[in-house]
């Protein structure tokens, strides 16, 4: 007998999104599941450092306050929870639900899953945390936990590991947990899936797009899914937005896991009815020998000022006050081991207002060194308050100096990682890696479409115009993911935007290694630039320090665009 669909609901994209989701998705519509994410590479380094402070945190406090409010209505509604909320010290935060749940007077199972905290075994890290799959999460649920929370596993493990346990798959069911991947992965962040952050916003009303619903997925057990949100709720889901989030944060067609790697290559989207995307075709392939670990270490210290630039000669102004501040850093003890400067002209001429007649010049220096960044600064930029360029204000005052994290990714053989499965009455289950493993390799490059027939007329428009885009970071690279909407975009769009021209429209990254990954399925694009992000997010590299509008930076850049296609 086939298993019934599994519906799961995701109320938690990063650790901060929106408190009332949980109770939203409750009290919405039908769920035999709820799923959390509360992890990203800077939340690890967050919790680390409160775990410093206090070796009894490590997790996410702000699901025990959902639940605090929210437990009794997953009781009495059947739905389990599942929530990687742990972050640093699942055990932990697994009592901790106990000790609510007691208080409260609710009968629930509380189970966690360990083995990523590989912490001890490299040296110089804050947090050292190997990405597991979903099926420790998978056997805490077969022996009846109703809820569930993880350290760091991979963010579609919150969907695999439900699917596994729910229809009974085994590790080696390829194509099904590839598609609960893809499942998982647009689920992941939220309300990026159902209109939020979407690149084609302006065509729905502000008030359908005000308090997007979150997510769900109707998950099949082939592994296909619909893609839905609760009816009534704010939002859209179309192809664009299933798109748009399938293509965040990823790279090649091949997108590895602990469990699978799913061929991103296969997957197809069709439009299933109002706010309804099946997801199909997804093929699966094994996972590579190897674990991602994620490290998070303390780089150093941090420190900035914006000066504001008003009105005229604003690039003498900046040229003036930089100079001024350079040869004080060079007359202190010790100059900041990294200095970089960036001026924003975001002044107009003839502004009606003095903010729009204003610049903003941006200094960030960084040092292993605390006072090096902060006395030396501080005193050397308010010295200059009466003896600058006129006008001279800036927007805060530079502070003592605040410590900043570096991340990096490395790998393990999967073996070296003891999965276990804690269970509600205490009994631990270790969860052995699959038997088969592939090394990942690129796909060969697939075909391209017939390019548009030459000599169109063009018109020198945004490329905004023709394509969506989505942007995120992993670790110091970033990504950007394009797609078209037609036939005929998709066929221009993937003959004009090589990797060359993405340089010429991004100056930024013209020294650096871009890669371009070609999905014809979905009439997709999906650049990779290494390092524009310097030791990622926790770094703070660059004005935009997740790259979460590289994507939108792109698409407002102008090129020849068919008239044909605007």
């Not at 699942?90 to 905290?117: F, S």
């Amino acid at each position: 007998m086939t298993a019934a669909p599994l519906r799961i609901g995701n109320a938690s994209g990063f650790y901060g999104d929106r408190f009332d989701a949980m109770r939203e998705m409750l009290t919405g519509g039908e769920l035999d599941v709820l799923t959390g994410d509360y992890l990203a590479e800077l939340t690890m380094l967050i919790l680390g450092r409160d775990r410093l402070k206090d070796p009894a945190a490590g997790y996410a406090r702000t699901f025990l306050r959902q639940l605090e409010e929210c437990l009794g209505l997953a009781h009495e509604r059947g739905v389990r929870i599942v929530a990687n909320a742990g972050g640093l010290n699942p055990a932990g935060l697994a009592d901790a639900v106990r000790e609510l749940a007691a208080r409260l007077g609710i009968p629930v199972r509380v189970a966690h899953v360990e083995g990523d905290d590989l912490t001890a075994a490299h040296a110089g890290t804050l947090a050292a945390h190997a990405y597991l799959g979903g099926f420790g999460i998978a056997a805490c649920l077969r022996e009846g936990a109703d809820v569930v929370v993880t350290g760091r596993v991979t963010d579609a493990a919150l969907v695999t590991g439900p699917a596994a346990a729910h229809f009974g798959w085994g590790p080696g069911e390829y194509d099904r947990l590839a598609g609960a991947v893809v499942a998982g992965h647009v689920l992941e962040c939220g309300a990026q899936a159902t209109g939020g952050n979407y690149a084609f916003f302006h065509e729905s009303t502000p008030a359908a797009l005000r308090h997007p619903g979150f997510p769900l997925a109707e998950l099949h057990a082939d592994g296909s899914a619909v893609i839905t949100k609760h009816p009534g709720t704010g939002g859209l889901v179309d192809i664009g937005t299933a798109t748009a989030q399938l293509l965040y944060e990823t790279g090649g067609a091949r997108y590895a896991g602990p469990d699978v790697t799913a061929r991103l290559d296969t997957v197809s989207l069709t439009q299933d009815g109002p706010d309804r995307v099946r997801v199909h075709g997804v093929r699966g392939e094994a996972p590579p020998p190897t674990l991602k670990v994620g490290l998070n270490r303390l780089g150093g210290f941090r420190n900035e000022v914006t000066f504001v630039l008003t009105g005229l000669e604003i690039e003498r102004k900046a040229a003036l006050v930089r100079d001024q501040l350079e040869t004080a850093l060079a007359a202190a003890k010790s100059r900041p081991a990294q200095v970089d400067w960036e001026l924003a002209r975001t002044d107009h001429p003839d502004a009606r207002t003095e903010e729009t007649a204003s610049a903003l010049l941006r200094l960030v220096v960084r040092d292993p060194d605390q006072a090096t960044v902060g006395r030396a600064l501080s005193g050397a930029a308010v010295e200059l308050a009466l003896a600058s360029y006129p006008g001279f204000h800036v927007l805060a005052p530079p502070g003592k100096g605040a410590p900043y994290g570096v991340f990096e990714a490395a790998h393990v053989a999967r073996d070296t990682v003891r999965h276990v499965a804690v269970l509600h009455d205490g009994r631990r289950l270790p969860v052995p890696p699959g038997d088969d493993t592939l090394p990942l390799r690129p796909v060969d490059e697939p075909a391209l479409p017939e390019p548009l027939p030459p000599g169109l007329p063009t018109r020198r428009a945004p490329l905004g115009l023709v394509a969506g885009a989505r942007s995120g970071d992993k670790g110091g690279d970033a990504n950007i993911g394009l797609w078209a909407r037609t036939d005929e975009a998709w066929r221009w769009l993937a003959h004009t935007l090589t990797t060359d021209r993405l340089r010429a429209l991004l100056p930024e990254t013209a020294d650096l290694p871009v890669t371009r990954h070609t999905l014809p399925n979905l009439r997709a694009l999906n650049f990779e630039i290494a390092g524009i992000l310097g030791e990622g997010v926790a770094s703070q590299a660059r004005f935009d320090p997740q790259a979460k509008a590289l994507g939108e930076w792109l698409r407002s850049r102008h090129l020849d665009i068919p008239e044909a296609l605007l």
